[in-house]
């Protein structure tokens, strides 16, 4: 499979979303990431549901949405509603993962979920099978710009392997300090996505630089 690149609405500028949404349909994005961050799940916060509506208005790219929320399964009919295709909740957040994926898979919706670094990704092996997407933090969630995390190429190895076990076709999703430098060391590993939020708004060009990172070989 070809790999797919998210492009992280958080490094766009606010007070111009409308026209930020609009060059990433024209890019080569596959979906948009939309991370939601509530003040206590993460010490930020970003934005919420009517927000994410208004990127849906204009989008023509699928919503990939990140929830870094307490509760995630209380918002999940929600961010359906504002236009999500894909949600991913955090494991440290939801003491019954495997409902809250069932639940946003009875939507209709592609199920995800995130873990922090220190996660260990053993500890997806039993709800694999009904995940859709599950996305490596490589930094710690709360703020965009920070750097990648190192040991996140062996954590993609350890889970691909237990994708493969399991005969499951989840995708791998590494988000946070992706760039043009990691980008084919993560691929080669078996990432399937990659989030780049700074790497792609501040960078001169970002439709250039999403078709760059869309173009790595590995
Ligand atoms: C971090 C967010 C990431 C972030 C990525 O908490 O989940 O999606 O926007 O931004 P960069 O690519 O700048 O690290
Ligand atoms: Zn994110």
Same mark, same amino acid.
């Given at each position: ?16 979303? #409308? ?8 890019? $080569?994005?596959?979906?948009? /990431? ?18 994410? *509506?208004?990127?849906?208005? /204009? ?10 929320? *307490?509760?995630? *399964?209380?918002?999940? %009919?929600?961010?359906? !509603? ?7 909740? /955090? ?5 019954? @993962?495997?409902?809250?994926? #069932? ?29 859709? @997407? ?11 710009? %920070?750097?990648?995390?190192? $040991? ?8 691909? *392997?237990?994708?493969? !076990?399991?005969?499951?076709?989840? @995708?791998?999703?590494? !988000?946070?300090?992706?760039?043009? !430098? ?25 439709? /250039? ?10």
């Amino acid at each position: 499979m070809n790999h797919l690149i998210a492009p992280s609405i958080l490094a766009a500028d606010f007070a111009n979303l #409308q026209r930020d949404v609009e060059m990433l349909n024209e890019s $080569h994005a596959d979906y948009i /990431h939309v991370d939601i961050m509530d003040g206590v799940f993460v010490p930020n916060i970003s934005f919420g549901i009517p927000v994410c *509506e208004a990127i849906f208005k /204009h989008a023509k790219k699928p919503l990939d949405v990140h929830l870094m929320i *307490e509760k995630p *399964e209380n918002y999940i %009919q929600a961010f359906h !509603d504002a236009g999500a295709a894909t949600i991913s909740v /955090h494991y440290e957040a939801s003491p019954h @993962l495997h409902r809250t994926l #069932q639940s946003i898979r009875d939507l209709g919706l592609r199920a995800g979920v995130a873990i922090n670094p220190h996660t260990n990704v053993q500890l997806l092996e039993d709800v694999i099978e009904i995940t859709d @997407l599950v996305c490596l933090m490589s930094v710690n969630p709360g703020f965009g710009g %920070q750097k990648f995390i190192e $040991h996140t190429y062996t954590k993609v190895r350890r889970l691909k *392997e237990i994708i493969v !076990d399991a005969g499951a076709n989840t @995708l791998i999703e590494v !988000d946070g300090g992706v760039n043009i !430098d990691n980008a084919p060391l993560l691929l080669e590993a078996g990432a399937d996505v990659l989030v780049a939020g700074n790497f792609v708004f501040k960078s001169e060009n970002p439709i /250039h630089t999403i078709q760059e990172l869309k173009n790595v070989q590995f």
